[in-house]
Each structure stands twice: as C-alpha cells, then as structure tokens.
C-alpha cells in the first residue's frame, strides 16, 4: 500500500518525474518513474515489508523512503571508516532484521540490527556483528549481501587489491561467502570449517537465485571483461589467473561476458524470466533470458547515468538506484535517485 501511495502522490507533484533524457534505450523507459531525489551514494536497496529501505555508502546512513519520495534517516551504523570504494554497502532484510556490510576500521564487516519502530518511524536497534576482519581496501570491497532460498547469507568480497589472495582458500578476499543468519560457517559448505563458497573472484557485486536455486553473480573485470557467472559450491572463477572465458581446465567461466565500458555490473536481480543487472559504467540495465543466459537486451542506456543497484518490489516492480554522486559520475541536480519501473 505503501508502495502504490508514493507512487501516486510522487506523480502528482512531479508531472515531469518519469522523463528521461533521450536516449536509443528500449521499451519501457516512458513508464518508469523517479521516485525519490537526492540521495547521497546510494548503494543498495532491500525492502522491509512494503517499505524501501537505501544504504549511502559515505554518510552511512540507512533511509527509509515514505511517500510522495519522502526521505527519512533510520540510522547510521557507527564506526564506518572507508575510504573508496569501501564505505556502507550491502543491506538485506530478514524477519524483523537489517543486516548490512560496510568497511570498519579493521576491514570490511556484516552486522545485524533490530529494526525498531513502525514504517514511518522505523529505526535502526541493538546490532551485532556476526563477521569481522574481511579484507578490505580503497578498491574491491565486493560488499553485496543477500540471503538465499536455502536460509544461509550470502556476501561477496573483493580481492582488495591483492589479486593472488583470490586463489588462497586460507584468505577471504576474493570470494563468495557462505554463512548462518548468526554469521557462522555451516555443516555443508564446500570447504569444512571455512566461510567461502567459491573462489577465485576479482570483484564481485551482485547476487541472485533463479526459481530453481541456481545463483547468479556479477563480477567486475580488470580490463578486458566484466563477468556473469553461475556459482556452484567449491568452484574457482579463475581470477587472476584468467579473466573472462579462458576456456582453461579447473576454472569456471562465465555464462556471458562485456566489456567494462560497456558495463561494469553491480547490483542484479531476477525478474520475469529474466536477470537483471545494473551498470555503472555502461550506465544502462542489462536484461539476461534465464532461458539463454549467453544473451542479452538493454535498456535505460545513458538515461539515468550510473546504475548501482536493481531490486524487485514486494508488488513486482523493478526498482533501481543511481550512483551519479559517488564521485565518478556527473550528477544530474537531482542525483541520486531512485527509479521505479512498473512490471509488465
Ligand atoms: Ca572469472
């Protein structure tokens, strides 16, 4: 209910919200709408119910959006020290929980926070950090988070600038990790007694399961190839030994691969069939048929600028965040800012 009030209301006031700039993107793009302005590095979007919640990487903030694009700060998790690319990045919801990955003095962190109060007035309660001491850097932080149809967190770290550290299962950095809602290592991970999933990753951002389990992952390239993997349990995506499809034995390509000019892929999700991943660089959403993932369609391309996240809504709408104020972007007057898209 909320969800359709703001949309009401956030048209009303604003009869110029939905136009974007004219570009050769494809369908859909004269029904999307924005519905909030003004967001500071938005990283990650999840929903607590029918509200939208928002991380700010550099303010640290956690924003509940109201109607109308109201902006409302729940709280700020403390002690965020990044630098970079580091800051407050992934958030995921679960029962009356918000869990969140950012960079903390000793590394990059995932803690829990009750989740108080009523939509409207929601604020961030008593937190615990369930994992400590990731590596963290002013680049390749990973830093999305998200839980799976299996109940366990997922959580993607970056190599932190030390490439050979993605290939050292004594290392974190580099990997995909595997955990309990409490942030320890379950009975059945690939490798006993260890958090890590998979391995062998550069800087990976996005996460989705497919209907029928399969996980997907976004991963950013060096130079030559941005990734769209498939990630099995124990299997190595070759970084750095390889990048892209190397077609070498004992490392996992990717499903499809682009170029980072065209690309650069962070958050993804998975809707009609279809994944869904958003661009920084490459400043459009990318649409991948789970029927035939070595393809793809875009759309929204340069409409918007940088694109951090994409997220379904509770009503099947496609929500997408900007990240034009990070400091590589351009940022429109009215950067940040979130874009709804209605299903179809
Ligand atoms: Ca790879």
Request: net charge negative.
């Amino acid at each position: 209910m909320l969800v359709s009030m703001l949309m009401g209301s956030g048209c009303a006031a604003n009869p110029q919200a939905g136009a974007a700039r004219p570009s050769s993107s494809g369908p859909g793009k004269s029904s999307a709408t924005v519905v909030a302005r003004g967001l500071d590095a938005p990283w990650s979007i999840a929903f607590f119910g029918q509200v939208p919640l928002i991380s700010e990487r550099d303010s640290a903030r956690i924003i509940e959006l109201g109607a109308g694009g109201a902006t409302r700060v729940v709280g700020t998790v403390d002690g965020v020290a990044g630098a970079g690319e580091g800051g407050l990045l992934g958030i995921a919801v679960r029962q009356g929980w918000l869990y969140a990955y950012s960079t903390g003095e000793d590394g990059n962190r995932i803690q829990r926070f009750d989740l108080d109060g009523k939509p409207g007035g929601l604020r961030l309660g008593a937190s615990r950090t369930i994992v400590e001491g990731l590596p963290s850097a002013s680049y390749h932080n990973g830093g999305r988070i998200a839980f799976g149809p299996d109940g366990m967190l997922y959580a993607t770290v970056g190599d932190a600038g030390d490439r050979d550290s993605a290939q050292d299962l004594g290392s974190l950095a580099g990997k995909i990790l595997r955990m309990t809602p409490e942030g320890r290592v379950p009975g059945d991970n690939p490798f006993p007694g260890s958090l890590v999933y998979s391995y062998g990753h550069r800087n990976p951002q996005g996460l989705a399961w497919a209907e029928d389990g399969t996980l997907y992952a976004s991963e950013f390239g060096q130079d030559t190839w941005d990734e769209l993997n498939v990630i099995r349990a124990g299997a190595n995506y070759g970084w750095p030994r390889v990048e892209g499809i190397s077609g070498r034995s004992g490392f996992t390509d990717p499903v499809q691969q682009w170029s980072p000019e065209d690309a650069s892929p962070s958050g993804i999700t998975i809707a009609g069939g279809a994944l869904l991943l958003a661009n920084l660089r490459g400043e459009r959403l990318r649409q991948v048929p789970l029927a035939d993932p070595s393809t793809s369609t875009e759309r929204f391309t340069e409409a918007y600028g940088r694109l951090r996240d994409v997220e379904v809504a509770p009503d099947g709408s496609l929500w997408l965040l900007t990240n034009n104020t990070d400091g590589r972007g351009e940022p429109a007057p009215d950067d940040d800012r979130v874009i709804r898209i209605p299903s179809t």
